[in-house]
């Protein structure tokens, strides 16, 4: 676990950090196309960062659009200084968006009441962080992913659940 009072920006990270490919992902906890996004993360990816062979990091995106915005809030809930927590409630947010992300009322009873989360102040900074490194490349929409450095490249609105995750699948094969 990382020192969450320290200065240091880490971002949710899953696998080792030495493995042979990195998968990085922008998203957005209420971004119903980052859900389904996260359904293959969980179904396909995760999988192979738990065999070593890939390092996930996960850039939560700070939006202030209707929902985002929603997300943004239940991102501060987050703790992306362990690994195991994080992904387990970003996984929970993402499973349960249709229940929390119509109103802030519901973002926080969620967060607060329905999974007992503590509001991490340490998201702002990394919040500020992942979205200066988000703007300074470009990006507009979530989710943006990139696989050792390059851009995938794919549109969220257009692709199937399957489909996505064909692709990421693919592409991780293609790298072995």
Not at 15 to 23: N, T
Request: with cysteine.
């Amino acid at each position: 676990m990382k020192n969450r009072y320290s200065a240091d920006i880490e971002y949710l990270t899953v696998g080792l950090d030495h493995a042979k490919v990195e998968v990085e992902a922008f998203v957005n906890l209420g971004c119903p196309y980052c859900q389904t996004f996260f359904e293959v993360v969980d179904e396909v990816l995760k999988p192979y960062a738990d065999d070593g062979y890939i390092k996930l990091v996960l850039k939560h995106v700070d939006r202030t659009k209707s929902k985002l915005l929603r997300g943004t809030v239940a991102n501060n809930y987050v703790d992306h200084d362990d690994p195991i927590e994080g992904y387990n409630t970003m996984k929970e947010l993402f499973m349960t968006q249709d229940s929390w992300s119509d109103s802030f009322k519901d973002t926080i009873n969620k967060c607060e009441n329905d999974l007992g989360l503590p509001e991490l102040k340490a998201q702002y900074d990394r919040g500020e962080e992942v979205l200066k490194d988000f703007n300074e490349r470009g990006l507009r929409i979530v989710p943006t992913v990139f696989i050792n450095g390059e851009q995938v490249d794919y549109k969220p609105k257009e692709l199937s659940k399957d489909e996505v995750a064909e692709l990421f699948k693919n592409k991780i094969e293609h790298l072995k």
